[in-house]
């Protein structure tokens, strides 16, 4: 339209606000952290003792949410299972990251043939879903978190070695970056002098989506049995454990399921949040 | 047109084939010795040499992955270890409900997230918007093994509307065998669906604020015909896009949710020729259920061509 | 066919709201053409769309809008879809984007046609087809079938002129239909455009910031400034002896001889002159005349109070206390 000097600016909006997504995915994170970590020192029972006595008591007739099968607390086990979830994640995220944006900046750095060669190994990893690589790494390690943390972390390669190369890209196209390669900076320098620095606000962004994500595939990994073994209590194995005993204990099915739909909920508002943080032109797009 | 179809045919191509290298190099020449993990260390080493050799194992490696590539473009995929029979039947047949059971999937999450995305976007910060935004926001959150298990104690257990699983085949009418997939698919769809819907919403938006959209009304069309005759077919790009990228996701689902429901597809299959330790079978199967995400991204492509004319130009 | 606008004004909401329209009037009877000329920013785009109900969420329009009688502000959404494309027909600038990249131009064109009247799909495109060959589009039974980026610039403003055309509307309101095309092609859209308007007896408004443009084709001139209008009157009369020291300066500004500044007291001023200063922003208007701050035959009353607009000669009016020294 011709009336661009006449254009309505953006509806007024209160400055410098919080998202509420961001506050409301940081309480819920915030919670869960705070969980695990006190699960390391207190739990109201041992969420690993075997009490035979107590096996599928219903909530308050025996621990505030019930026994399991083999008579532990539920609520204790859930605790514990929170600094498995947290812990498993964040390694996992920290793989994907760590290679996936060496493997993607360099890409934006070098370009061509190696640049292709990255991208394209970056789809065909992309083809195997997390459980499939899991199964893979399994046959040769056994189940157990290292098994885990691989087999997820490879998974989120990919992720981020796109992001990277794209948001490195941008950068490498600015003036300052074209300046300093003027001058007679190395690749390497500029690369972890100004590209990183400036593409890792999206990266902190994609980072917490992700770490949703990998609580989800790590749910679903001990599911099947092949993340961390028992005794170390995991919601996904709780929710296989339930299974067998859905009509006599129909809650134990709940209880776990609540724990990972919320953490997940939790980390995608936060990453949300931030990113309607960094970029409020966006807020009410998502 | 015929030119970038073949680049496209090209590049699937080689991306099953650097996908079946890395299934044949972590499955097979990483592990070790089939031989002492089936039969354990301490057997004696003529046995392990003539299950070895029963196995085909003891010749080159170059020599074992073109014969099971060479074999797997006849039909031959080899002899299950653990039930002795030819794993392409055994692959046939799950593969018989898995890829029903896929499809319908997508089917459901696609027709929900293209409706509730559109209307989102129609009625933008309203009532309905909210609600829609929330429900995504619970189905991505939500784990699909979980709103399994959550179906089975609703319908099976609770209201005993459907049986909690097995499987009588296509063979004994296809009803019968669709009413089986329905929560599976069900399950399967709910968090797709959630993702779906949050890209249509924001590209429907996107689209919205186009100049064509003005020209659409500007003849007198009302905002509901604009919407959805002008606006969604325009927006269906990305949304096209993202479910290609969430074949991974689907893939992955349905090992889960066949475990669930104790349905004997790939998924099933998969983990138990992992518990078997049946390499055969397992090779073959992940690198089926690879090469679905793999074809699933070349669909999208075509697809791509199918939807936006302006690609077909491009040489 | 009658349309008459009475003290339009069009604000934008918010705390407080600003104002992008104001004290907006004309009349504009059967077969007329009025040309609206203003700078980027004078709010004429805006205009047009309140016309017809398409003002950008969080504008509105208050004020009278007569088409044959009828208030177009007063009507419902459902009435209004009625009027738009069957009555009213628009033009717009940027033929890149008004059209629909994933439907066929000959699907475009015969929509209107199936959206306002009875008739079938292959009657709509039997039509349609007719309209595209009216537009002198070359070879139109092949490009029938197009897609839009398979054509030309001008080629899509062809389109866009068939798509507004096909309802058979009595107004046609072009809103910098030439603006975004080649040099070439300009004159030619034009062309089309006023054999086209003649042969139905259309009226048109002609909106463009292009005074050479607006001379070969409007019959009535109305200037417009900052969100309102400054002078109003026969295309003639406005171009060669302009009561507003602001279309003086426009005028001035053109590259061009033969106009205005051949007679009057400026013959000297052959020589670009432009206007210093630039259009002020909507929530940055001066009081009284907003013009004052760039105008070269301001006085002290011309601050303190917005001029009002009154009918200096007959048919000619202009919003300026100065206009007399003009005559």
């Known amino acids: ?94 793989l994907g990251l760590l290679v996936g944006v060496a493997l993607g900046s ?178 009410g797009r998502r | 047109m015929l030119r970038l179809l073949l680049g496209r045919l090209g590049s699937f191509i080689v991306t099953l084939l650097a996908a079946s290298i890395i299934v044949f190099v972590v499955l097979d020449i990483l592990p070790g010795d089939p031989a002492a993990i089936l039969l354990g260390t301490s057997a004696r080493p003529d046995t392990l040499a003539a299950l070895r050799h029963q196995l085909g194992i003891d010749r080159p490696l170059i020599l074992q992955y073109l014969e099971w590539i060479g074999g797997a473009l006849t039909g031959d995929l080899g002899t299950s270890i653990t039930y002795g029979v030819p794993v392409s039947g055994l692959i046939a047949d799950r593969l018989a409900l898995t890829l029903p059971l896929a499809v319908l999937a997508v089917v459901i999450s696609t027709a929900l997230a293209l409706f509730l995305g559109v209307m989102a976007a129609a009625f933008r910060d309203r009532g309905i918007d909210r609600a829609v935004r929330g429900f995504a ?40 065998a669709l009413t089986a997939l329905i929560l599976p698919a069900i399950a399967l769809a709910l968090p797709q669906a959630g993702v779906l819907t949050r890209v249509t919403r924001s590209a429907v938006l996107d689209v919205l604020e186009e100049d064509f959209i003005r020209t659409a009304r500007a003849k007198g069309l009302d905002r509901r015909t604009a919407l959805w005759r002008h606006a969604l077919p325009n927006a269906l790009l990305p949304v096209i896009t993202i479910l290609g990228l969430q074949f991974s996701f689907l893939v992955a689902g349905a090992v889960l949710v066949e475990n669930v429901f104790s349905l004997p597809g790939l998924g099933r299959l998969a983990y138990l020729a992992l518990a078997q330790r049946d390499l055969i079978v397992l090779r073959n199967v992940v690198m089926l259920l690879a090469a679905l995400v793999i074809l699933a991204n070349f669909i999208v492509d075509l697809l791509y061509l199918l939807v936006d004319p302006r690609l077909r130009a491009k040489a | ?79 209004l879809c009625h009027i738009r494309g069957a009555r009213i027909g628009m033009i717009f600038q940027e033929p890149m984007t008004t059209l629909n990249p994933v439907m066929r131009i000959g699907d475009q064109i015969a929509e209107g046609l199936l959206w306002h009247r009875e008739i079938g ?51 046609l309101i072009a809103d910098e239909p030439t603006t975004a095309l080649d040099v070439t092609v300009q004159s030619e859209i034009l062309d089309l455009l006023a054999e086209l308007v003649a042969d139905s007896a259309m009226s048109l408004i002609l909106i463009s910031h292009d005074l050479g443009i607006i001379a070969g084709m409007a019959e009535r001139t109305l200037v417009m400034y900052a969100g309102t209008r400054f002078e109003e009157g026969p295309t003639e009369t406005v171009l060669r002896h302009p009561l507003n020291p602001y279309t003086r300066g426009l005028l001035l500004a053109m590259p061009q001889r033969g106009l205005a500044a051949a007679d009057g007291p400026d013959r000297r001023a052959r020589r670009l002159a432009s206007i210093p200063g630039s259009v002020p922003q909507a929530r940055q208007l001066p009081p009284g005349c907003r013009f004052a701050d760039r105008c070269a035959m301001i006085v002290p009353s011309c601050r303190p109070v917005e001029p009002a607009w009154r009918e200096l000669t007959p048919g000619h009016s202009v919003r300026c206390i100065r206009a007399e020294a003009l005559l």
């Open chain 3, 121 to 171: 799909a292959a009657a709509a495109r039997a039509e349609a087809l007719r309209l595209l060959d009216r537009v002198r589009m070359p070879d139109a039974a092949r490009r029938f079938a197009f897609y839009p980026h398979e054509l030309s610039g001008g080629q899509r403003q062809r389109v866009g002129i068939a798509i507004a055309l096909a309802p058979g509307p009595k107004l």
């Open chain 2, 137 to 176: 926001q619970l189905g991505i959150a939500v784990p699909d093994f979980w709103i399994g298990l959550l179906l089975i104690l609703l319908f099976s257990t609770t209201l005993n509307w459907f049986s909690a699983g097995g499987w009588s085949g296509w063979g004994n009418g296809p009803g019968r």
């Open chain 3, 1 to 79: 066919m009658s349309l008459e606008l009475e003290s339009v004004f069009v604000h934008l909401e918010g705390e407080p709201p600003l104002p992008l329209i104001a004290d907006m009037g004309f009349r504009l009877e059967d077969g007329g053409t009025l040309g609206i000329v203003g700078e980027s920013g004078s709010g004429k785009s805006l205009l047009a769309l309140a016309t017809i109900g398409l003002l950008p969420g969080g504008m509105r329009a208050a004020g009278r809008i007569l088409l044959d009688g009828r208030d177009l502000l007063a009507l419902p959404e459902s009435e």
């Open chain 1, 1 to 94: 339209m011709s009336e661009q000097a006449a254009a309505p600016p953006l509806a007024p909006r209160a400055a410098r606000r919080w998202p509420s997504t961001l506050v409301t995915g940081g309480a819920i994170t915030g919670a869960f952290i705070l969980i695990a970590l006190l699960s390391r020192i207190w739990t109201p029972e041992s969420p690993t003792r075997i009490h035979m006595a107590l096996r599928l008591k219903p909530p308050l007739a025996a621990g505030l949410l019930g026994t399991d099968p083999f008579g532990r607390d539920v609520l204790s086990m859930l605790m514990a299972g929170t600094w498995t979830s947290l812990t498993t994640a964040l390694l996992s995220v920290l």
């Open chain 1, 106 to 283: 360099c890409a934006a750095a070098l370009r061509g043939r190696f640049e292709e060669v990255a991208m394209r190994g970056a789809d065909v990893i992309f083809a195997f879903p997390a459980i499939i690589t899991a199964i893979m790494v399994t046959n040769i390690f056994g189940p157990g978190q290292a098994t885990a943390v691989t087999a997820i972390g490879i998974f989120i390669i990919p992720v981020f070695a796109r992001l990277a190369r794209a948001s490195a890209l941008q950068i490498w196209a600015r003036d300052f970056c074209l300046a300093a390669q003027g001058a007679g900076k190395g690749r390497l320098r500029i690369t972890i002098e100004h590209v990183i620095p400036n593409i890792a606000g999206g990266l902190l962004v994609q980072a917490t989506i992700q770490l949703a994500l990998a609580i989800l595939i790590e749910a679903g990994l001990s599911y099947l049995g092949l993340g961390l073994p028992p005794p170390t209590p995991s919601w996904g194995r709780m929710l296989n454990d339930a299974q067998t005993f859905l009509d006599t204990a129909p809650w134990l099915a709940v209880a776990p399921g609540v724990a990972i739909a919320l953490a997940v909920l939790g980390f995608n508002l936060l990453g949300d949040g931030l990113r309607d943080l960094f970029d409020p032109r966006r807020e």
